[in-house]
């Protein structure tokens, strides 16, 4: 069994103050971030950083295509508003 603990680092929606979690919250799960103490670990070992900074832009450049497609794309129509929705 494995379990894992994430954290969102950012709040609910754009805007978000945040007033429900303090500076001192965020700053310790920031610096327990997995992706981070990665990226620490293989630069300061001389391990692939370069890889990393590459799969980050593909994955970046896949994000940017993904959002302007959808934005091209046309709207659902409204009676698939309610498809797949669970009570």
């Not at 970046?60 to 091209?72: D, S, W």
């Amino acid at each position: 069994m494995l379990e894992c603990e994430t954290y969102r680092h950012s709040g609910h929606y754009v805007g978000d103050p945040e007033r429900y979690r303090e500076q001192a919250e965020l700053d310790a799960w920031r610096a327990r971030d997995p992706l981070v103490r990665l990226r620490e670990h293989l630069s300061a070992t001389g391990q692939l950083p370069e890889r990393l900074d590459a799969i980050e832009q593909e994955i970046r450049a896949t994000m940017h295509e993904t959002a302007e497609r959808a934005a091209r794309g046309t709207p659902a129509e409204p009676a698939l508003l309610l498809e797949d929705v669970y009570a």
